[in-house]
């Protein structure tokens, strides 16, 4: 049975998807989570997984064999999307920052702290299918600064 679900995932992922192995645990589960957006809207473009974001192709310091390098990150708690988008430099003022959740129909997920130990953060990576279209469980957040003030005085 479990080699009949190792062919049935491996036919509905990306071709690239041999490069690594998915990890234990790697489950569909719907999670709500943030997602910063390059593109400033709910597209396909501001939903891209790391590698191919990258052309897929390794960067300098890419360890191949890395699950994390082939997801779509998004986090669980706003104030490390936050975090994420004040040190990356791609990402200017205003933030566009979308929510929404992990749908199942879209590709597996696991809490990267499950995974990596060391990481406390509310990171969640996202193993795409291929022609996942992840961005139609999101909408954009109006006004992030204004979202993540209401969200730390509890309101949201």
């Known amino acids: 049975m479990i080699r009949k679900d190792e062919d049935r995932l491996k036919r509905m992922f990306p071709a690239y998807f041999e490069l690594f192995d998915l990890p234990e645990g790697a489950r569909e589960e719907n999670i709500t989570v943030y997602r910063a957006c390059k593109t400033w809207k709910c597209d396909k473009e501001s939903f891209t997984p790391t590698f191919e974001e990258q052309g897929c192709r390794y ?7 890395d699950p994390g390098l082939y997801s779509l ?3 669980e708690k706003p104030k490390h999307i936050k975090r994420f988008v004040t040190f990356n430099s791609e990402y200017q003022k205003p933030y566009k920052i979308a929510i ?35 961005y139609k469980f999101f909408e ?17």
């Open 100 to 134: 929404g959740y992990t749908d199942k129909s879209c590709g597996l997920v696991q809490r990267t702290r499950e995974r990596v130990k060391k990481r406390k953060n509310s990171h969640v990576d996202w193993w795409l299918y291929e022609n996942a279209e992840p």
């Open 59 to 65: 960067l300098e310091g890419d360890d191949p064999k």
């Open 140 to 156: 954009m957040i109006d006004d992030f600064e204004s979202y993540y003030e209401e969200y730390k005085r509890g309101g949201k």
């Open 73 to 75: 990150s998004t986090t």
